[in-house]
């Protein structure tokens, strides 16, 4: 399978994002590119990533699908020159990255048995509470009073018709930012999520170079990019257990 990367940048910067989450993924073809569907350890969080062929397109070959296992160090190599676009081959079990006539590397590839792929979207149809608009301004806000009231829960709470979110702790005695987002004239609702925690940043995988449209379940958080350079951006968030 020949794999054209137009524009290593734009191919690469959700794959460095998700590093973040998953140390592993699993690419595979889908039409004339690749799809992601990666899913963390502790199966909390979810990433739906398609790219657009303008950024990735495959040519005919008999692989369909093949792993990475270190996602950090396949990021690495990929960008290891300054090239904008790259060709890679993909066959029996090697991955052939071409930086130029003279030079390239053959990066083995993983058993797919090692890896676990995640699902291309939730088991069930889901129905979301509420939904509004976030930029990336807002994740670092959130990430940045965080840090600086020693804060790791975000809880977003819609109640008398009015949806917010607040930035405490787990215990009821605890420093607490809140802001209102919206009037909301559903039902009412808590719905809390981890924002770090002692293993990893639980919103480091969320690419930032784009708005999202932020939809919440009581059992699901998604987060889906809005006008982005790719054909599908998607995350999902486990809640915390009340």
Excluded: W
């Amino acid at each position: 399978m020949i794999i054209n990367v137009k524009d290593v940048k734009k191919f690469t910067a959700p794959l460095k994002s998700l590093k973040n989450s998953v140390n592993s993924i699993v690419l595979s073809k889908m039409d004339d590119t690749l799809e992601v569907n990666a899913m963390s350890d502790d199966s909390s969080q979810l990433t739906n990533l398609k790219f657009t062929s303008d950024i990735v397109e495959v040519g005919e070959g008999e692989t369909e699908k093949f792993g990475i296992y270190d996602l950090s160090q396949f990021v690495n190599v990929l960008t290891m020159s300054d090239k904008n676009s790259l060709e890679l081959n993909v066959e029996n079990n090697i991955i052939t990255i071409k930086y130029s006539d003279n030079e390239k590397i053959d990066y083995m590839l993983s058993d797919l048995s090692l890896i676990e792929e995640g699902p291309a979207k939730p088991k069930k149809e889901l129905t979301y509470l509420a939904s509004f608009e976030v930029t990336p301004d807002f994740i670092k806000k959130v990430k940045s009073i965080s840090g600086v009231i020693g804060a790791n829960v975000l809880k977003f709470q819609s109640k008398e018709g009015s949806l917010s979110y607040v930035i405490s702790n787990k215990a009821s005695q605890s420093h607490a930012f809140s802001e209102v987002i919206t009037q909301n004239d559903g039902e009412d609702f808590e719905v809390s999520v981890s924002i770090k925690d002692a293993n990893r940043d639980n919103f480091g995988f969320l690419y930032e170079g784009c708005a999202y449209t932020l939809s919440i379940n009581p059992k699901i958080i998604m987060f889906e990019g809005k006008q982005t350079d790719y054909k599908l951006l998607r995350y999902y968030v486990a809640p915390l257990s009340k």
